[in-house]
């Protein structure tokens, strides 16, 4: 079946640095793929999506490419802020997999000051 | 403000005594859909529904129920809760008109404690 698979975490990073968060996926057909990100106590919220190959999905400085050569929808991000401090989850949704949405097992970020 | 309901935010129970989540939505979605959220195993979806009286497994059913009998509901029902169900919960609408290609909104989540 369709899965997703990021990075592990947690990822702890000093404010300025270069984000890289690794996802790859295996799906039957083309599906979309999205980052949603959760902040604490709250709930999930799409911050940016990419939905045929070589699309590159982008939002609040984070960006992530459509690799279908490679399986991979990466999200990177050149300066990362303290306010980054989350989880971020990979996921996918194909309507040839059954209309079925899978996320990935997330990935905490901490940014340190 | 358009958004997505869960009630209660926060609940404990004890074994096998039947209990509902309900979720509501106010953006006219046709899709909705139920996720747990457990640590280490990401969101794993429960049901979801492609409209009214239409709903379908998603990858782990087995102890829940759940119905859609308007548009803007979408209850969870566990009819005999065990404590491997304590979870965090989410709710979530997406207005389908490019299919799942369209964003998903999320509830504030559930958080159900099964003792």
């Known amino acids: 079946g369709d899965s997703v698979t990021q990075m592990e975490g947690p990822v702890t990073l000093s404010e300025e640095a270069f984000l890289t968060i690794n996802c790859t996926y295996t799906a039957t057909g083309y599906p979309s793929l999205f980052w949603y990100v959760q902040y604490p106590g709250e709930g999930l919220q799409l911050l940016l999506k990419?939905?045929?190959?070589?699309d590159k999905g982008s939002n609040k400085g984070f960006e992530a490419t459509y690799r279908k050569e490679t399986t991979s929808f990466h999200l990177e991000k050149g300066s990362v802020q303290v306010s980054d401090s989350a989880v971020y989850f990979c996921a996918l949704s194909s309507e040839a997999g059954g209309f079925k949405t899978i996320f990935g097992a997330g990935t905490r970020l901490f940014v340190k000051a | 403000e358009a958004q997505v309901t869960q009630n209660p935010r926060y609940l404990i129970t004890v074994t096998g005594k039947k209990l509902t989540v309900t979720c509501s939505q106010n953006?006219?979605?046709?899709?909705m859909s139920w996720y747990r959220q457990d640590p280490g195993l990401g969101l794993r979806q429960i049901y979801y529904?492609?409209?009214?009286?239409?709903?379908d497994k998603g990858d782990v059913p087995e102890g829940y129920k759940v119905s859609r009998k308007e548009k803007r509901n979408f209850p969870l029902i566990l009819e005999s809760p065990s404590p491997n169900q304590t979870s965090l919960y989410f709710c979530?609408?997406?207005?389908f008109g490019r299919g799942l290609a369209e964003t998903q909104y999320f509830g504030p989540g559930t958080r159900l404690l099964v003792l």
């Open positions: 529904s492609m409209n009214v009286e239409v709903t």
């Open positions: 990419a939905t045929k190959a070589d």
């Open positions: 979530a609408s997406n207005p």
């Open positions: 953006m006219n979605h046709e899709y």
